[in-house]
């Protein structure tokens, strides 16, 4: 028995399937259920005929998956690099915010992305920090104008020291992290609040 059209399940995200005889298609869900299969929000209107089959996509759904990268360059807060992200992808209560923030962080800035995320979380539906590629400049002079003598320059240049032989990514975050944070705190900056 040949079959004309094939409905697929357990995916969020419209498919069609190729290399079958008949016409295999899901439409996902009818509203967004996952933030990483964008897609969803579909049905698939599917007309049998003497001329063969077809699928239409039918967008029903609210929710709309939006990517937004975001360069952090020169930021010095979570407000400034929030305003990036809103030029990036209009603020409304159906819009899901899939973000990648990229750029070069300076040593002194205030600025952390889980203030940036409390900041957008009531303007938005939902927002996902898909990509966290930004850097955070250890520069010889930002170092330097530190004093050797203190904490904060002898803790400054260790970790500089660390992040010069470091091999993976995530090791990476956490060591321009611990950098940012420890020298912030030891300038006397409340960073916990």
Do not use: N
């Amino acid at each position: 028995m040949e079959w004309s059209y094939v409905a697929l399940g357990h995916w969020h995200s419209w498919r069609e399937i190729e290399g079958t005889t008949a016409l295999a298609v899901y439409p996902g869900s009818p509203e967004t259920v996952a933030v990483d299969q964008a897609g969803s929000g579909q049905a698939a209107l599917v007309v049998l005929d003497e001329g063969g089959v077809s699928a239409t996509r039918l967008p029903i759904g609210r929710r709309a998956i939006v990517e937004a990268r975001v360069d952090v360059t020169g930021a010095c807060t979570a407000e400034e690099v929030a305003e990036r992200v809103r030029r990036e992808a209009a603020p409304g209560p159906d819009t899901i915010v899939r973000l990648d923030l990229t750029g070069l962080l300076d040593l002194h800035s205030g600025f952390e992305d889980a203030d940036l995320m409390e900041i957008l979380s009531s303007e938005y539906f939902h927002v996902a920090l898909r990509r966290r590629a930004f850097r955070v400049a250890s520069e010889d002079a930002d170092i330097s104008d530190l004093p050797e003598r203190f904490v904060i320059g002898r803790f400054a240049r260790i970790l500089r020291e660390q992040l010069a032989s470091v091999q993976g990514e995530e090791q990476r975050q956490e060591l321009e992290d611990a950098l940012k944070l420890g020298v912030a705190m030891l300038q006397g900056k409340d960073v916990i609040a």
